[in-house]
Every structure is written in C-alpha cells, then in structure tokens.
C-alpha cells in the first residue's frame, strides 16, 4: 500500500508540471475533437501527430498520445448523442437509447450523464492501471518466450472471436497482416523478404503507413459513397446536471459498466470494443422493462458510457506491464515510445518510473479535464457537427499527407499510404475488418522473434508450448475460446450482440 | 454502419455462387498467398531448430490460401451478400490526389500540392463545387503551412525546389 501510494504521488508529481498538464490538456482537447468528427478517428490522428511528438520529452508526448486516446471516447459519446452517427466505434451502441433521449429533449441529461459515468469509469481504470502495474510486471519477468508466443497466440484468438462478422473472415485478416508484418529485412539472417526488390520496403513496412492508408483514407472512399444524413438535434440542450431520479436510475449500471469494461479491456485482442455491447445487453438483462431500451433509457447510456471508457484505459495495461499492444492505437504508442529510445515492456516500470507513473497520473488528470472542458464546449461541437463532409476529407487528407510525408520525409510513405488505402477500401468492400489485421501486423514480429528462440531453446520441438503450464493454459484457453465462438448457438447470440 | 446488403436484395439462386462478395473475397487471398510464397521461394526454410528466412513467409502464405479457399467453398454452399457496386469516382480521386502530393511536394512545394491534392481529391465528392473547394483549399493550405511550418517546425518543404529560384524573395 505504502509503495502503491509512493507511486501515485510520484506520479501526479510528474504530471502536475505546468509543462505535462499543457500536453495533457492539448491531448484531450485533440482527442475530443476526433472523436466528434465522425470519420477520423484515434488511429489516423496519432498516426499523423507522430513527427509533432519528435521535438517533445517522452513524458510529454506520451501524456498527449494517451489524452487523444481516451478523449476520443468522450468525444465519440457527444455525437452518437446529438447526431445519431457514432463519432467512434465504441459509441455505436450510445446511439440506441441517447439519440431518443435528445430526441425527448434530454440531450443534456444523456451528455451528463455519459461524461460523469465516463469520469468514474476513468478514475476506477486508472486507480486499476497502478494497482495491478507492479504484480504484472513481476508476472510479465517469468515469462519465456514460450509463454510471450502462448500469450499473443491467445490474444489474436480474442481478436477473432470479439471481431464482427465471420470467424473465417477474421482468421484470414489475422494471416494477412501476420504475412505483412515478415515483408523487411529477416533479422537473422539479414536477407530481404517479400520486399519486391523495392529499397524502401528493407525496413519493412511502417506501421503508421498501414493504418493511415487503412483507417484513414480507405475510410473517406467507404464514406463517400454513402451520403450520410446527419439528423443533428435542433432541440435545445437541456440542462446538464442530471436530476436525483436520473442519478438513482443510472449509478449501478455505470458500476456494472465499469466493471465489464474494465475486465474486458485487459483482454488481449482489443476487448476494449465489446465493453459497451455487453453492458448494454447486461442492462438490458437486467432491466425490469426491457422495451424501455431503444426508447431513451438512460441506463443504456450510463452502462456503454462507463464500459468504453474503462476499457480504453485498460487497455495500457498489456502494454505497460507486458509489452504486448492489444489494439492499433497501442502499437501507435509503441511507435512513439521507439522514437524515444523506450522499449516498452516490464521494464519501463523499474527503468523510467517517472514516465510510467507520469502516464498513469496523467489520465486521471485528463479524465477531470475532460470532464469540465466538455460540457461547457457543447455547442461549439453541434456547431463543428454542422461542417458538411465534403469540406471535412479534404482537410483530413491533406493533415494525413503531410503528417506521413513528415514521419521519415519521405515521399515513398506518401505513396504507400495511397496504396494500402485502396487495399483497404479492397478489403472493406470484400466484407473484411481491418482491424485484425492491423493486429496481426503489430503482433508479427515480436511473435516471430519469441517462436524462435522458443523453438531453439525446445531444439525445434513444438511440444514445449503444451508442456510449459503457463504456455499450455493459455494455449487451452485460446482453443476453448474459438470453439465456444463456433458453437452453433453461441454464434447466433454473437451475431445478436452486433446487430443490436 | 453496416456496409452488408440486407437479406432481402440476396439472389435466390440454387446452384453456383451464392455468396459473391466471400467467392471474390476468397479469389482475393489465394492470389495474395500465391504471389507472397512466389517471393518468398527463394528463402532459406531451415529447419524448427533453426528456423531460416522464409519459413514464416511461406507457411503464413499458405495459410491465407488455405483461408481464401474455405472462403471459396462456403461462398458455394452457404447463401450471403454480393458483391457491392465500387465507387470508382471516390477512389481514383482520393488516391490519385495522395499519389499528387507525393508527386509534387518536394518539387513544388506544399504552397501547389496542398491545394492540388485537395481540390483533385475533393472531386471525389458526388457534392463537388469549383468555387468553394478551391478557396477551401487555399484557406486549409494557409492554415498547414501555419501550424506545421510556423508553429510546429516540421521539415516539410513549403515552396519545392523548383519555384524557389523563380521566386523574387
């Protein structure tokens, strides 16, 4: 207790300079700015605010990074509210019951009540995050290489199963950017694979190339040819605070919210999506009168709200302690945390504690901020939200061109960046998710590395990852894990969560 | 969200290919696993003791064909979506303005392949109108060279070398 206190003072220590809580506060502002614009999200934004992060200290870049991050999930909340449209991913389900609460003019009740859900949720995570840092860390140190390979091999399971859509499908991503992560030079043997004879790809593909042409510019074609109708509420707001009956109805789903998210979140293979599905489909459960759902219940607000954002703050802890990024916008972060010279894994915590516990006090720091910037900034979002698409992806484009151009100033990324993105619009178009494979890409090649030297230390046996315990449990859970995904019934209930 | 048709626009068909979008899907990774293990054939495997250069590459190849043709199978007995129309307006725009830029910035210069790129990119858009997006772009371009340039001091070329000796100043 008394080194867990010693942490956290160390910590705020760190992040209360007037130098962080400028990044911190210039993150959440960024990152709830994305999150309101539907159609750019985190991964394209950290992706092009890279190069700006060069100049920084690494406390601080970080402390920003993170800010998008999670401000983003505040920021995805306002305009699956007022407009009907998830500005992010996790706030899909937000839409159901806070598009019909502002419809009813609650609209200030439903962004309230999200941002105070979201701010307890983000105060559990962070208080979780330094809790369970230093026992993970300790746990990380027996790995082997066995147990790191057992370990993303679960992982990428996770990303399988929690995909949307078919489980071939997803396989088949994972394979994919699996195989896209060995193009570059074998670090070995030194000799160039899969590299074309091209001179540029010998480093092998960059990951902020790939996710930009993937998320950002494949995105803007797929949102061309849907015109969206944006439904932005013209009613007034509303006033903010909820009201006591408001606050009765909503504090056990956000426990419950928090809770779920939080669990799911430390998931490897980005549970951190699922959060919100299955706190509303737990409420929903759980609710005296579930036709109350879909109709401006707020409960279907305070559960997602609170699940999707402890999960966005969890979901640092396989990267902190581990080493292993559960989703894109982490392996983002170990794109930032290379450039500095840090390896993230179990030793950040003993090697750069400053920083560690820096971040960590940064987000509660941030959540607060968010929590007061947000609500006074409404109206300038709902007048952001009127900005017409068609002027918004020019804009996008050209922040995304000079922000790859700026990573190696190079021209050659530029072009990448264009080509993968129509791999992905290829891709989307086939019914695929990019996101898998993302995943796969990011987990290549430290899984590469680790099945290596497993293999040497086995002397080319593949029974050591069964006969290890620790290899060989969480080998057995990945495998349970697939089947009960294919078990006919329990695809049918899959199937149901998404829909919904 | 949902880019899959609805069930009610499926081709009731009895034979053939009743999943378009999965049998195309499935063509798709057979030729990326074909082409990937043709460059990686070369490579050393090794052995599992000591695994050489293309083992990953070539077994990883072979598992996304493998992958493509379960596709191709299901996509045969199993009814799902066609294939969806490609917009091609939206594409060839988007991309052709990034493959601009890249084309253009080091030479001319962020002041031409800024609004170049945008404006080409915006006539992507089925709403396109000359006026507005040319301004648009001229007034985002003066915004970038601000904020990247300016403020943030990033390397990025602002008049390319092939204006600088024309330019009086």
């Known amino acids: 207790m008394e080194a867990f206190l010693g942490n956290l003072s160390l910590g705020f220590g760190t992040a209360l300079t007037l130098n962080n809580i400028f990044f911190c506060f210039i993150g959440c502002m960024v990152g709830t700015l994305v999150g309101v614009l539907p159609g750019v999200g985190p991964i394209a934004t950290i992706a092009m605010l890279l190069p700006i992060t060069f100049g920084l200290d690494p406390t601080g870049a970080l402390i920003m990074l993170a800010g998008i991050y999670y401000g983003a999930q505040y920021g995805g909340s306002t305009t699956a509210i007022l407009v009907n449209l998830p500005g992010e991913a996790t706030s899909v389900v937000t839409v159901l019951d806070g598009h019909q609460m502002a419809k009813q003019g609650r609209a200030g009740v439903a962004l309230g009540i999200a941002a105070i859900g979201s701010f307890f949720a983000g105060t559990v995570a962070t208080l979780l995050i330094a809790a369970l840092g230093q026992p993970l860390t300790k746990l990380a140190q027996l790995f082997g290489p066995a147990e790191y390979f057992s370990l993303m091999i679960m992982g990428l399971v996770f990303a399988v199963v929690l995909a949307r859509g078919s489980i071939l499908k997803a396989i088949c991503m994972i394979l994919a950017g699996l195989l896209l992560s060995t193009v570059g030079t074998d670090l070995e043997t030194g000799q160039e694979r899969l590299t074309l004879g091209l001179q540029d790809l010998s480093d092998g593909i960059d990951f902020a190339v790939l996710a930009m042409g993937i998320f950002g510019f494949a995105e803007i074609v797929r949102n061309l040819e849907n015109p969206e109708t944006r439904d932005v509420v013209q009613r007034a ?3 903010l605070l909820p009201g ?9 789903p956000i426990l419950r919210g928090t809770f779920l998210g939080a669990i799911l979140g430390i998931l490897p293979g980005n549970g951190a999506v699922l959060g919100p599905f299955a706190a509303y489909t737990l409420e929903k459960k759980l609710a005296k009168d579930p036709s109350r759902f879909g109709r401006g219940a707020i409960e279907g607000v305070a559960g997602p ?5 402890a999960g966005a703050q969890t979901a640092f802890i396989p990267l902190l302690t581990l080493g292993i990024p559960p989703n894109a916008v982490m392996a983002l972060m170990v794109g930032a945390m290379t450039i500095h010279g840090i390896i993230p894994g179990p030793q ?18 941030g959540n607060l901020m968010l929590l007061v910037i947000n609500l006074p900034l409404i109206g300038l979002w709902i007048r952001l939200l009127k900005v017409p698409y068609r002027m918004m992806f020019p804009a996008i484009m050209i922040f995304c061109c000079i922000g790859i151009y700026s990573v190696n100033n190079s021209t050659s990324d530029v072009l990448f960046t264009a080509f993968f993105g129509l791999v992905g619009y290829t891709l989307l178009k086939f019914g695929f998710e990019p996101a898998p494979m993302l995943l796969g890409f990011v987990l290549g090649k430290l899984m590469e590395e680790k099945l290596r030297q497993a293999l040497i230390l086995s002397r080319g046996s593949f029974a050591t990852f069964v006969e290890r315990p620790v290899s060989g449990v969480l080998l057995a859970i990945a495998v349970i894990m697939l089947v009960i995904a294919l078990l006919p019934s329990v695809r049918k209930g899959r199937d149901e969560v998404f829909v919904e | 969200m949902s880019h899959q048709t609805s069930p009610n626009d499926r081709k009731p068909s009895s034979f ?11 063509l798709f990774l057979i030729a990326i696993g074909l082409f990937a ?7 050393g495997r090794g052995t599992l003791n000591a695994m050489g250069a293309g083992m990953l590459p070539q077994s990883l190849a072979v598992m996304v064909a493998i992958g493509g043709i379960g596709l191709v199978i299901t996509s ?46 915006s006539i992507g858009s089925e709403e396109f ?5 040319v301004i648009f772009a001229v007034i985002l371009t003066a915004i970038c060279i601000l904020l990247f340039k300016v403020m943030l001091r990033l390397p990025i070329p602002v008049i390319g070398s092939v204006l600088e000796p024309i330019l009086p100043f």
């Open chain 1, 348 to 365: 950040v915590m003993t090697k750069n504690p400053d920083l560690f516990w820096g971040m960590i006090a940064s987000m509660w720091i």
């Open chain 2, 129 to 133: 109108r000359w006026k507005e997006s």
């Open chain 1, 244 to 252: 006591k009956e408001d606050f009765k109805q909503s504090y056990k």
């Open chain 2, 16 to 26: 053939g290919i009743r999943c378009g979008q999965d049998f195309a899907a499935g």
């Open chain 1, 237 to 239: 707001v509303g006033r």
């Open chain 2, 37 to 43: 293990f043709w460059q990686a054939q070369t490579l």
């Open chain 1, 305 to 309: 709200e609170a699940a999707n954002n």
């Open chain 2, 76 to 121: 045969l007995l199993v009814d799902g979506p066609r294939l969806e129309r490609w917009s091609l307006r939206g594409a060839f725009f988007i991309f052709g303005g990034i493959v601009l830029f890249a084309l253009t910035i080091r030479t001319l210069g962020l002041v031409v392949a800024g609004p170049l790129a945008m404006v080409f990119g």
